[in-house]
């Protein structure tokens, strides 16, 4: 491909990318609770965590593993189910933690950033109905040269959805300091009864007729 139809791609791919996190989502409230509450670097934290999951997902459809998508496929219920259990415990522990004042929030560690990074990482990748989300718009893209480029597909897919991840962490974390205490434990509950609900529907989708028909 020649400089136009590679840059061209690349920014397909980006928009993708960032058409597929900016939807509000389990990890879009983790990504505003963490950045109001913690800072904007837990926050890009949470959010890159989703990025590179997003970006392995991709990479397994932009390369038609077969093997692996045959798996998830198999996998998709204990994974969902997994998934819908790790929200539920992250409710709960959301609910239950208290609100400290923002001047009293020692400095986050880097194990607690890649700990948060790693549990959004395990989290996304619970959820394998990303991936035929992924093997779609490859398949859509093959058209304009995405088979002979996947590497650069999952590249924009990357860069698109932390760019949009590094915009929400920065935002929320500019106004962090407008939330008093009793704000931010407004803000901490109802983001607990948001992942709580969405875990609950997720559960209803897997346990209902067409989810166990499809399973």
Known sequence: M???STLTLFLQASLIGLAIAAPVGPIGLLTIQRSLQQGPQA???T???????????????????????????????PLALGGAAFLLYMAWGL????????????????????R???????LTLSNPATIFSFIA??????????????????LGV??????????????????????????QRRVQRASALALAAFALWQLGGLLGPAGLSAA
Not at 98 to 104: H, I, K
Not at 146 to 153: F, I
Not at 161 to 171: D, E, K, T, V, Y
């Open 116 to 122: 948060y990074f790693a549990g959004t990482v395990l």
């Open 47 to 77: 959010g890159l965590g989703a990025a590179v999951a997003d970006a392995l997902y991709g990479a397994v459809g932009a390369y038609g593993v077969g093997a692996v998508i045959n798996a998830l496929a198999a996998a998709r219920l």
């Open 95 to 114: 609910w239950r933690a208290p609100a400290a004042q923002l001047s009293a929030r020692p400095a986050l560690s880097g194990h607690s950033l890649w």
């Open 158 to 183: 990357f860069v698109g959805s932390a760019l949009w991840w590094l915009a929400l962490s920065a935002g929320v974390g500019r106004l962090r300091q407008r939330f008093d205490a009793r704000w």
């Open 43 to 45: 926050g890009l934290a």
């Open 137 to 154: 718009v490859f398949g859509a893209l093959s058209a304009r040269s995405a088979s002979a480029s996947p590497g650069l597909v999952v």
């Open 2 to 4: 020649d400089f136009t």
